[in-house]
């Protein structure tokens, strides 16, 4: 009888990220480090629009007008007809890649948010 050791867990990596110009430290698997950074990104573009727009102040009103917004994107998505649309059919599956971007945009969203609650 062979025995089989299993595979080392994936190692974590810690980044330090910046979202509307407020530093925060966050913990990731390697293989998520690109999408969260896309995310981080996404989000930050996301909250500067709010922020810009002038009718919003404060970080934290900010970012759950942000998370109010992305989630609204997200369950319009989980709504909208679920045949792909040509593009996606040609491209094997956009629409599987768009859901998994928002998903990971939305655990940055959650580790942003519990990073502000630990300020207060």
């Given at each position: 009888?062979?025995?089989?050791?299993?595979?080392?867990?994936?190692?974590?990596?810690?980044?330090?990220?910046?979202?509307?110009?407020?530093?925060?430290?966050?913990?990731?698997?390697?293989?998520?480090?690109?999408?969260?950074?896309?995310?981080?990104?996404?989000?930050?573009?996301?909250?500067?629009?709010?922020?810009?727009?002038?009718?919003?102040?404060?970080?934290?009103?900010?970012?759950?007008?942000?998370?109010?917004?992305?989630?609204?994107?997200?369950?319009?998505?989980?709504?909208?007809?679920?045949?792909?649309?040509?593009?996606?059919?040609?491209?094997?599956?956009?629409?599987?890649?768009?859901?998994?971007?928002?998903?990971?945009?939305?655990?940055?969203i959650d580790q942003t948010?519990?990073?502000?609650?630990?300020?207060?």
């Amino acid at each position: 009888m062979t025995t089989r050791t299993p595979p080392p867990a994936e190692r974590a990596v810690k980044l330090d990220i910046q979202i509307l110009g407020r530093d925060f430290k966050v913990a990731c698997k390697e293989h998520e480090r690109a999408e969260l950074l896309e995310a981080v990104g996404f989000l930050d573009q996301r909250m500067r629009e709010i922020r810009d727009g002038g009718k919003i102040t404060g970080v934290e009103r900010i970012a759950v007008m942000a998370a109010l917004n992305l989630a609204n994107e997200l369950l319009r998505e989980r709504k909208a007809p679920t045949a792909p649309a040509p593009a996606a059919r040609a491209s094997g599956g956009e629409a599987a890649e768009a859901r998994r971007r928002i998903i990971a945009m939305q655990a940055a969203i959650d580790q942003t948010m519990a990073g502000q609650a630990k300020l207060l």
